[in-house]
C-alpha cells in the first residue's frame, strides 16, 4: 500500500461489542509479510472441532488457499482458520501449493490440530511467492495470546486497503439459551458479485451440522455479498465461510428447528451489514449507491440490469460529481442487454421521480433532486415496467481518491 | 462540458489530408445547441443519391436518430447525413421522435431531397429534448457554405468530450483510376464493443451496392470499432454508417470485384486507424493500451478474456500508475469465466516475459518491464495456453482526470 488512506468519510461511527463465544478464541500477531508495524497474521482457534460451510470465489485462476479451502471443506471439521493479509499467495504456481501446506502445517502443530483441520485466506498482493517460513514461530505465539474477546484485532490483521475494520453480531434466543452469530469482513477493492466480493468469516455458537451450515450461507449469500459490487473486478481469493462452534454438542441437522430459522436470519442480517461496510469503504467512495430495480421480466434480468447501472464507470462519476445524471442510467439499462422497452422506463432519485415512460417527468426539479445527490446515501429507482422481476444491488460512486489508491497500490 | 480538456498526449501530431470526393459536399455550422461558439451542426450532402450501410448501438434504449437511420436504410439512397453535437435525443421519449421529423423535414428542404434520403445523428447529453426549431435555418445556410474540402469542420462539429478531430484516408487503384475512401469519427467516453463505440461517417467514391456495402461494413467492424473499450459503457446512439457516392455511377454489387477486395483492405485500414484515435482520446488517456490474448480456446473466448482484461478498472488504473501489475491481468483473466488453466498461462508486458506457467518468470526484470510501462503505448500479451484462439483489443490507461471529465460533464 503506498499511501495511507484516510478513513472512509462512510464509516460507521463506532464499532459493535462482539460477545464472546465459547471456545472460539481468536488471535493476531505482526509477521511482517509485507506491512510494518501492523497486525498482519490471524487466526480463529476453535477449541472443539467446528462444522463449517464455505462459499467461494468463481474465478478461473482461484488462489492456491482457495484450493486448499475447497478440499478440506469436503473433510469436515474445523480447528482453525488462519488468515494473512499483504499477500494473496494467488498465481504462485507450485511455491503457492508448497505455502499452504507449510502454513497447514505450522497450525497444526502451533494449535495441536490435524492439517486438514485447517483453513487458510490470504489477502493482498497477487503473484509474489509467500513465505510462510516464520508462520511456525508467528502461530505458536498467537496460539498463547488467543483469546475469546479478540474479535477486533482479528478484523483488523485481515485488512488491507481497507480503511476500518469490519465487524457484525446477532444474538437470538432459542428454549431460553442465548446464542450469537458473530461475523468480521475485509475488502475495499476487486469487489464483485458471484463470490466475488472478499474474505468474511462467521462463527455461531448454536450448533448446526455441515450439511445445514452450507445451505444456510449459500441461501444467504445471494442478496448480501453478491449483490455488491465496488469496481466490477472479481478476486482470485474471495472467501467466505461460516463456522458452528459445536463444544461437543450435538448438531442441529433439521432446516425445521426453530433456532436455524433465528440463525438464518441473524446470518442475512450480519451478511448484509458486513456487505454494507464493504461498500462504504470501497476504495476512494464518497457515496453509498442502493440501486433498487423493480418491473424486470425475472428477478434474475432484475439483477443483471442493476448490476449494470452499479459497474457503470460513468454513473459512478456522476455520482461522485453529484450531478443527477439518469441520462447515464438510461444508457445502462440499455447496455443490460436484458428485455426493456425505453418508453415504459421510470427513473427517480430517492423520493424524486426524473423520468418516467420514456421521458423527463413533467414535474421534475433539478433542486429537489440535487438535495438527494449531495448526501451520502443515493437510492437509485428503476421500474422497467415491463414485468414482476426485482432486485437490489449496491455499489459506491468513482472518485479520483480510486484511482490514487489503485494506481499505486504495488509501490 | 464543465471543463475545456486539453488535448491528449496521444493525440497525432497532424491531421491526414482528406481528398476531396467529387460530388460529396460536407458544411459546418454553429447551432448553439447546447455548446457555444463552435461548431456543432454539421451534414455530408451527397449531390446525387449515395448507397448506404451502417452498424448501430445494440442498446435497448437506442435514441431516436438511431431508430430513424434503421428504418430508412431498409429504403436504400441517401442524399444527407445530419449530425448534431450536445444533445443525443436519447431517451426523450415521443418528443424525441417529433425532433426526429423535424430534423428530417429541415434537411429535406434545405437540401432538396426526400426526407427518407436523411439519416441523422445526435451525440451529448441524454434525456433532455433537443430544440431542432433552429435546424431548418441552419441548415438551409450550411448548405450554401458546403464545399468538398470541409472534412475537418465536419470531424470538429461532431466532437463532444474528443479533445481532437479524427479523420483517415485512403486511396487505391482500380483499372487505372483512382478512388478514395474517407472517414471521420468521434468518440471518447461510453466506448464499448458490440456497436458500440461512437459516431463514425465513411465515404467512398468507389460505387459498391447497398447489399454488398453493409457486408463490407458489417465485416471490418468486428476487429475494429467492435474491439475497443474506454469505459465499458455502450452508448444509445453509436452509428457507423458508410456511403458510396455513385454519382450516377453503375454500382458494383459482386464482392469477386477487385476495386471491393481494395475497398475493403482500405475500410479495414480506416476504421482501425479511427478506433485507434478513439481510444487515444479516451477521456483522460494517458497510456494506449493494446491486449492481445493468443492459445484460447476460441477467437471468441480470446476476445472475451482480451475484453475483461481491458475493461477491469484495476487493470487501467495499475497502468496509469506505471506498473506493470500482472496479478491483476491474472485476475481479470479469471474472473471472465472463460476456460483457463492458472498453471498455463503465460503473461508479459511488451517483450518482457512477466508470468509463464501460473508463476512469476525466474528471469523477470522489474526494471525492464519498468521501462516499458513508462511510454505511451502498452503492449499486454497473454497466452492462455490451452488452444489457438486469438484476439487483440485496444483500450486506454484509467486515470484522474477521467473521473474529473465524468463527474462534471453536465454542469
Redesign the interface.
Known amino acids: 500500500m503506498g499511501k495511507v488512506a484516510n478513513i472512509s468519510p462512510l464509516a460507521p461511527t463506532s464499532y459493535p461489542q462482539m460477545p464472546a463465544l465459547k471456545g472460539v478464541r481468536l488471535g493476531a500477531v505482526e509477521a511482517a509479510i509485507k506491512y510494518k508495524g501492523r497486525l498482519d497474521l490471524g487466526a480463529i482457534i476453535f477449541d472443539a472441532p467446528a462444522t463449517v460451510a464455505g462459499v467461494f470465489?468463481?474465478?478461473?485462476?482461484?488462489s492456491a488457499p482457495v484450493d486448499w479451502c475447497r478440499k478440506q471443506l469436503a473433510k469436515g471439521g474445523a480447528r482453525a482458520v488462519v488468515v494473512n493479509s499483504g499477500n494473496?499467495n494467488?498465481?504462485?504456481?507450485?511455491?503457492?501449493l508448497e505455502t499452504v501446506k507449510v502454513s497447514a502445517d505450522a497450525a497444526k502443530k502451533a494449535f495441536g490440530c490435524k492439517t486438514h483441520e485447517v483453513f487458510l485466506a490470504s489477502t493482498g498482493?497477487?503473484?509474489?511467492?509467500l513465505d510462510a517460513s516464520g508462520f511456525e514461530t508467528h502461530l505458536t505465539k498467537l496460539e498463547k495470546i488467543a483469546r475469546e474477546n479478540e474479535w477486533e484485532n482479528m478484523a483488523r490483521a485481515i485488512m488491507t486497503t481497507d480503511t476500518y475494520p469490519k465487524m457484525s453480531t446477532r444474538s437470538f434466543d432459542v428454549d431460553g439459551t442465548t446464542y450469537h452469530l458473530n461475523g468480521i469482513a475485509k475488502g475495499a477493492?476487486?469487489i464483485?458479485p458471484d463470490m466475488a466480493t472478499m474474505l468474511s468469516f462467521l462463527v455461531t455458537d448454536y450448533p448446526v451440522a455441515s450439511d445445514l451450515l452450507q445451505k444456510l450461507l449459500s441461501k444467504a449469500i445471494g442478496p448480501t455479498f453478491n449483490s455488491i459490487s465496488v469496481?466490477?473486478?472479481?478476486?482470485?481469493s474471495d472467501t467466505v465461510m461460516l463456522f458452528s462452534a459445536l463444544n461437543g454438542n450435538k448438531a442441529v441437522s433439521s432446516a425445521k428447528d426453530k433456532g436455524v430459522g433465528a440463525l438464518q436470519k441473524a446470518l442475512s442480517e450480519v451478511l448484509h451489514e458486513l456487505a454494507m461496510f464493504v461498500v462504504c469503504d470501497g476504495e476512494g467512495a464518497s457515496k453509498q449507491i442502493e440501486i433498487t430495480v423493480n418491473g424486470a421480466k425475472s428477478a434474475k434480468s432484475a439483477k443483471v440490469i442493476a448490476l449494470s447501472i452499479a459497474?457503470?464507470?460513468?454513473v459512478k462519476?456522476?455520482i461522485?460529481?453529484e450531478?443527477a445524471?439518469?441520462?447515464?442510467i438510461?444508457?445502462?439499462?440499455?447496455?443490460?442487454?436484458?428485455?426493456?422497452?425505453?418508453?415504459k422506463?421510470t427513473i427517480g432519485f430517492g423520493d424524486v421521480t426524473v423520468?418516467k415512460?420514456?421521458?423527463?417527468e413533467k414535474n421534475y426539479s433539478e433542486e429537489a433532486a440535487a438535495v438527494i445527490m449531495k448526501k451520502a446515501f443515493i437510492p437509485i429507482h428503476v421500474d422497467v415496467g415491463i414485468g414482476k422481476g426485482s432486485a437490489t444491488v449496491w455499489t459506491c460512486d468513482?472518485?479520483?481518491e480510486?484511482?490514487?489508491i489503485?494506481?499505486?497500490?504495488?509501490?
Open positions: 470465489t468463481k474465478s478461473k485462476c482461484s494473496s494467488a498465481f504462485t504456481g507450485k511455491i503457492g498482493v497477487i503473484g509474489e511467492p477493492g476487486m464483485a469496481d466490477s473486478d472479481t478476486s482470485t459497474n457503470s464507470p460513468l462519476t456522476a461522485a460529481g450531478d445524471n439518469w441520462g447515464r438510461v444508457m445502462a439499462v440499455g447496455k443490460a442487454g436484458e428485455p426493456a422497452d425505453r418508453d422506463l423520468a415512460n420514456g421521458q423527463r468513482l472518485t479520483a480510486y484511482i490514487a489503485n494506481a499505486d497500490y504495488r509501490s
